[in-house]
């Protein structure tokens, strides 16, 4: 089994950068797809950046290219760098690990979920 438990949201104005941090335990093979999700209220999930550890390939949705970094430490924790953040990106923000391997770069590829972590960006 799995889990996933992030940490690093919070509240801030837009410009603004905020890291988020997720440590997976359980099976934790590389390559592996591990990425954030992103949920705004009333909208579908939205797979925002992922990776295939150690740097092997990552994905990231148009809508935060060139603003958001994903990382791991190459052993347990996946990070995301989250860099002029706008209000748009208010959303819970969930760690999320495919269940095989490969990089997944829709939400319904991934397999186990954390708990989520709320981002909110003021104007």
């Known amino acids: 089994q799995v889990q996933l438990v992030e940490s690093g949201g919070g509240l801030v104005q837009a410009g603004d950068s905020l890291k988020l941090s997720c440590v997976v335990s359980g099976r934790t093979d590389s390559g592996y797809g591990t990425g954030w999700v992103r949920q705004a209220p009333g909208k579908e999930r939205e797979i925002v950046a992922a990776t295939a550890w150690n740097g092997d390939a990552t994905y990231y949705a148009d809508s935060v290219k060139g603003r958001f970094i994903i990382s791991d430490n190459g052993k347990n924790t996946v990070y995301l760098q989250m860099n002029g953040l706008k209000p748009e990106d208010t959303a819970v923000y969930f760690c999320?690990?495919?269940?095989?391997?490969?990089?997944?770069?829709?939400?319904?590829?991934?397999?186990?979920w954390g708990q989520g972590t709320q981002v909110t960006v003021s104007s």
């Open positions: 999320a690990r495919r269940g095989r391997y490969g990089l997944g770069t829709t939400s319904g590829e991934y397999d186990y």
